[in-house]
């Protein structure tokens, strides 16, 4: 099985800056396609952020420039290094992997148990 624990949410005023960190453990034989998602109250779950295997990156237009995604691959860990945060930031962030497990041959998507951003004004 494969196990994702989420680290780094909290309170911060608008302005400032906070970094999320996703650590994958389990039986892991490669780590494809990470990605952020974010549910504010109320409203559904958007995408934020995503990584490829290969690096390359893609970002929601309300934080291009402001939140960057990174991966360490030899930790199975995926980072959302998020500055000028603002009081619209404030959600749950959810980390995704896409985890080929070992003997297997196909991706499985794994979530994250969520962390509570809140951007105070």
């Known amino acids: 099985q494969v196990q994702l624990v989420e680290s780094g949410g909290g309170l911060v005023q608008a302005g400032g800056s906070l970094r999320l960190s996703c650590a994958a453990s389990?039986?892991?034989?490669?780590?494809?396609?990470m990605y952020w998602y974010r549910q504010a109250p109320g409203k559904q779950r958007d995408l934020v952020a995503a990584i490829t295997s290969g690096g390359s990156t893609n970002y929601a237009d309300s934080v291009k420039g402001r939140f960057t995604i990174s991966r360490d691959n030899a930790k199975n860990t995926v980072y959302l290094q998020m500055n000028s945060l603002k009081p619209e930031d404030t959600a749950v962030y959810y980390c995704v992997l896409d985890v080929r497990r070992v003997g297997t041959s196909t991706d499985f998507r794994y979530w994250g148990q969520g962390t509570q951003v809140t951007v105070s004004s």
């Open positions: 389990g039986s892991i034989f490669s780590v494809n396609g």
